[in-house]
């Protein structure tokens, strides 16, 4: 199943959303700094770019998960380098691990986590679409065969002629009886007695 244009920037823009915002906390919780709003347009942007190439049809979770942390290392490294002056420096050392080690155990635990949840998603997003079209298809299949049925019906249709017997009147109908109904219930036509 290949994905449309459109299906497959929403896709993106939804992995783009979760790539920035996952990067903006793990930045901040491993000691970083917030990222410029030019930094985050920039990351936002770019990898909204990379993940609509992906789009085009259903991935693997592995592939999900690699993704997730290559966009991973490249918003870090982007927030990294457009930090503002005022932020401390990276390297500095914090009980005999630095700032850059704890960030990119942060970054690396929340994509393996992130990128596992993604692909849950991804693979139920495809799951019902891969439904909707086997209704889609069944439902129009039937359609084209009770078409077809009908056709052949009405070609075959003829008006059912009513043969009157001689020497008997026909009794009217009500006006609640079909045309093409036979109605037989009722006494007998000629006496018995």
Not at 55 to 73: C, F, H, K, W, Y
Not at 154 to 182: E, S
């Amino acid at each position: 199943m290949r994905a449309t244009l459109s299906f497959r920037l929403a896709r993106s823009a939804a992995f783009a959303a979760v790539s920035v915002l996952l990067a903006m906390g793990a930045h901040w919780f491993a000691g970083g700094g917030g990222p410029t709003t030019g930094a985050l347009l920039t990351g936002v942007l770019a990898v909204t770019a990379g993940a609509a190439v992906a789009a085009g049809r259903e991935r693997s979770p592995q592939v999900i998960v690699g993704l997730l942390v290559g966009a991973q290392a490249f918003l870090h490294l982007l927030f990294d380098v457009t930090a503002s002056a005022g932020e401390p420096g990276h390297l500095a050392w914090h009980g005999g691990l630095t700032t850059q080690t704890g960030m990119l155990t942060a970054h690396l635990t929340a994509a393996l986590l992130t990128g596992l949840w993604l692909s849950r998603g991804e693979e139920a997003l495809w799951s019902v679409l891969r439904r909707i079209g086997a209704g889609a298809a069944h439902w129009l299949t039937m359609l084209a065969t009770l078409v077809a049925l009908l056709r052949a019906g009405l070609a075959g249709i003829t008006r059912p002629r009513v043969r009157a017997t001689p020497g008997r009147p026909r009794a009217p109908r009500p006006a609640w009886v079909l045309r093409h109904a036979v109605v037989r219930r009722g006494p007998p036509v000629s006496p018995v007695f």
